[in-house]
């Protein structure tokens, strides 16, 4: 027993690094797609480890005008997706999901949320403001969506732990494949996008202060507490994406210590992130943003997917 | 012209009015009037009530040292025929006031605030007296477009403050935008007050790239006349140029080259060409959509390309010149110009095929930043953005010039007054310059480029309109010893700028962007 939880500690710090360490990429690969859409060249997929780089040997300046909250908020913000990492499995199903299930990830992520929308509001900045209420407005709608599509795989899988889901699933097979799944998995999709300012929602790649959402509440920090709080975003991205590729679709993902397991885990879950970024990209190429007010039809419609799916395990 | 309509004009006028009529004299299509000062505001209400006639501009000279007086012109188009109505009053120096237009006619309110603090000349019954484009900190009582103005001595500062319009009540914010903003564009400071997301009021302040050009070009001979005139407003610098030249043209009765008309036509086209597509690609951006903005921005970078094989300069810079054109388009040039254009039809078709069937920029931009038409007429909006409000105006066809008249080609009219429409006119105009530099490439006869212009009196106004991407552009010149006595400018962006307040009232803050990126304004042109 001791044994097991340290080797799954091992491989939760291992996965959650390499998460980290591989999210800027997912990022650049999302951009050079979308240059490519555009018929663009586009910076090289690891441009953002460069901007990253960057931004640590930048001057931070905080407004005087800014409490502690401003502050601290970059170091939460890492903070609660690193921690959420542990909890969640990348490429074994190994992870510390004994110490927390996934109603703690997802409240991690609402913690970095609250914390952001509160930094935005802290420097007075009107942009900022607009910002953390717009924010708001979008995750009254995504959090029961996306608590709702994960509780689908945990009705179907009996047990509230990522790690279990992902293992009960990846060994049972096709047993349990259900509608329900598929109605799951897209509410949680619409969810990711909405969470993480892609378009249709946000556009990540806007000058435009008075459209943004997240990015107007980023908009005071510079240096270092840019740096973090970027990657915490970035983070946040490659984390969603590897829920729904793990807790939905985990098959391939390493369920045991053998060696080959391991290296099918690692192959599996990297096509699977990939395959997420090019969705992702190709949305953005193919779509303009919606207006600010229809959003809440596009998430009322995720949240209808979810709530769909937790019924049909009832009555399908 | 149409001697017939305009003489009548005056027969016509009532008796109220045609007693205060001091003179009036016809010379070609061009009427003007000398009214008592305190008869113009009545005679400018019946020209816009009575003639419908669309207000061209309204400003002083300070002609005190000829005969102490300030004179104040108000110009008029006529709605049909190639009609210009010139309203003039005397305002003497010693008591520099006369009514305002403004009550009646709403446009005229940013020219009278213009005329007030560039030359002092107070509008009496004007509802907003606040200053247009001088800093805050500028004294009062120093007039820098007076004579007696010394531009070499620096001015006083004198802390002041600029009251914006304020809108109070429960859960209203003000969001200040700017001046300085993310993206490489212009300076301009928006003041938004909003409930939430929807707008209540926008206040627009300009004025932060205000250089002087009206001065400035008092000093310079014509010729570097020309090249001031190119740097008004970037985009447009050959219209612009070209309307400074053809007033300098008409005051020296020169008479213009026909190859080099058919090149001023294609030029000014193929100016339009990489404008439009600039603004289509941004319409595209500013809705997140990527690919589209992109392809735009590919055929903007052709048609500038092409300005530089063919003129030497990317933005067809020291191109015009006094009396004609610089550059001549060679047979080579032509076929490099046909070629090009054949090609970039086939790629706009493509784009707009893609932009005009995609329904998630469709629910963006239709409905959104409705100008009415109403609306667009009282504030005397012009250019694209008066043809997607439905106003048929189009100075290339309404006052011809170059070799316009010569030409076929419609003008785009939509109702909808909305971004949507606004893009659909900018799509059609690109197609319809490409049939018109087409057309001009086939008609163009051999010939000179340049006549030569020795001889410009001094004392004697000319005045030229044309058509730039965002709409009718004057230059008004009155000449002086070898260059401008007085030298007016009006760039669309003048008449336009207060329509945007209009347009963004009820929309939503994130509708902001694309709303001011469909109208793509200049606020270099505007701050003069």
């Keep these: ?316 | 012209m149409m001697p017939g309509p305009m003489n009548e004009l005056v027969e016509d006028l009532p008796s109220i009015l045609a007693s205060s009529v001091v003179s009036s004299s016809l010379e070609a299509n061009h009427l003007q009037i000398e009214v008592r000062k305190d008869a113009l505001a009545g005679m400018a209400a019946h020209m816009i009530g009575h003639c419908h006639a669309w207000l061209i501009s309204e400003h002083a000279a300070d002609l005190r040292e000829r005969d102490g007086t300030f004179h104040i012109y108000v110009i008029f188009a006529l709605p049909k025929g190639d009609g210009i109505i010139t309203v003039m009053s005397k305002v003497d120096g010693s008591d520099p006031s006369y009514r305002s237009l403004t009550p009646d006619i709403y446009a005229a309110n940013w020219f009278e605030r213009e005329m007030m603090e560039g030359f002092g000349l107070l509008p009496s019954g004007h509802p907003d007296l606040r200053p247009l484009r001088l800093y805050d900190s500028w004294p009062s009582g120093v007039y820098p477009m007076r004579k007696d103005f010394d531009p070499s001595v620096p001015v006083p500062r004198v802390p002041t403050g600029y009251e914006f319009r304020h809108v109070e009540g429960e859960g209203i914010f003000e969001i200040p935008v700017g001046p300085v903003h993310a993206g490489v564009i212009e300076p301009g400071h928006f003041r938004f007050s909003v409930a939430g997301e929807p707008v209540i009021n926008l206040e627009v302040r300009m004025g932060y790239v205000h250089k002087g050009i009206e001065k400035l070009s008092e000093s310079l001979p014509y010729p570097r006349g020309v090249m001031l005139s190119e740097r008004i407003s970037g985009d447009n610098g050959f219209t612009h140029s070209l309307a400074y030249c053809q007033a300098i043209e008409s005051i020296a009765g020169a008479d213009v080259p026909e190859r080099a008309r058919y090149l001023r036509t294609a030029f000014s086209e193929m100016e339009r060409i990489y404008n439009h597509m600039g603004d289509i690609g941004g319409i595209a951006l500013d809705t997140a959509f990527g690919v589209g903005a992109q392809m735009a921005y590919v055929l903007r970078e052709r048609m500038l390309s092409l300005n530089e094989r063919i003129t030497g300069s990317r933005f067809l810079r020291s191109v015009n010149c006094i009396g004609g054109v610089r550059k001549d388009i060679d047979m080579s040039g032509k076929r490099s110009i046909s070629t090009e254009l054949i090609g970039l039809k086939l790629d706009f078709d493509d784009l707009v095929g893609m932009m005009t069937e995609m329904p998630s920029l469709l629910d963006r931009v239709e409905t959104t930043g409705m100008l009415s038409d109403d609306a667009a007429k009282n504030l005397n909006v012009v250019g694209p953005i008066a043809r997607a409000s439905g106003i048929d105006r189009d100075t290339r066809r309404d006052h011809p010039y170059a070799a316009y008249k010569d030409l076929s080609f419609s003008v785009p009219l939509y109702r909808e007054g909305d971004v949507y429409a606004r893009m659909m006119v900018k799509i059609e105009e690109v197609l319809e310059s490409i049939s018109l530099i087409e057309q001009a490439m086939d008609r163009m006869p051999e010939g000179q480029l340049c006549a030569k212009v020795v001889d410009v009196q001094a004392g004697r106004i000319g005045m030229s309109l044309t058509e730039t991407h965002r709409g009718e552009a004057m230059h008004w010149v009155m000449s002086g010893e070898g260059r401008p006595w007085r030298h007016k400018v009006r760039d669309p962006s003048f008449l336009n700028w207060p329509a945007i307040e209009v347009a963004v009232m009820g929309n939503i803050v994130p509708d902001f962007p694309v709303i001011n990126k469909s109208f793509n304004l200049s606020y270099s042109g505007n701050d003069l």
């Design chain 1, 1 to 316: 027993m001791v044994h097991d939880m340290i080797i799954s500690s091992v491989f939760a710090v291992v996965q959650a690094l390499a998460m980290l360490a591989l999210s800027p990429l997912m990022i650049g690969v999302i951009r050079k797609i979308k240059a490519w859409f555009q018929g663009r060249k586009g910076a090289s997929i690891v441009q953002p480890y460069y901007d990253m780089a960057k931004l640590f040997r930048k001057e931070t300046v905080v407004s005087d005008q800014a409490s502690w909250v401003f502050r601290v908020t970059p170091y939460v913000a890492i903070a609660s997706v690193m921690v959420a990492a542990l909890l969640v499995p990348f490429f074994t199903i190994y992870s510390l999901g004994f110490v927390g299930d996934l109603i703690v990830v997802i409240y991690l992520m609402t913690m970095f949320k609250f914390f952001m929308v509160l930094a935005g509001l802290d420097t007075g900045s009107a942009f900022g403001g607009m910002g953390s209420s717009r924010e708001l407005m979008v995750s009254s709608i995504v959090e029961p969506t996306m608590l709702l599509a994960i509780f689908t795989m945990a009705l179907i899988t009996g047990t509230t732990n990522l790690s279990s889901i992902s293992e009960t699933l990846a060994i049972s097979g096709i047993d349990l494949v259900r509608p329900a799944l598929f109605l799951a998995t897209a509410a949680f999709f619409i969810s990711l996008l909405a969470e993480n300012a892609r378009v249709p929602f946000d556009n990540p790649s806007t000058h435009l202060e008075l459209t943004m959402i997240h990015e107007a509440m980023v908009l005071e920090y510079s240096g270092r507490n840019l740096a973090l709080m970027e990657a915490a975003s970035w983070m946040k991205l490659m984390l969603y994406s590897v829920i729904l590729s793990n807790v939905f679709f985990p098959w391939g993902i390493a369920t045991d210590l053998t060696v080959l397991g391991m290296i099918g885990g690692i192959a599996a879950i990297l096509v699977k992130v990939l395959f997420v970024a090019i969705a992702i990209a190709i949305i953005e190429s193919g779509m303009a943003k919606m207006r600010l007010f229809r959003l809440p039809n596009l998430l009322t419609l995720s949240f209808t997917l979810a709530l769909l799916a937790v019924t049909s395990y009832y009555i399908l």
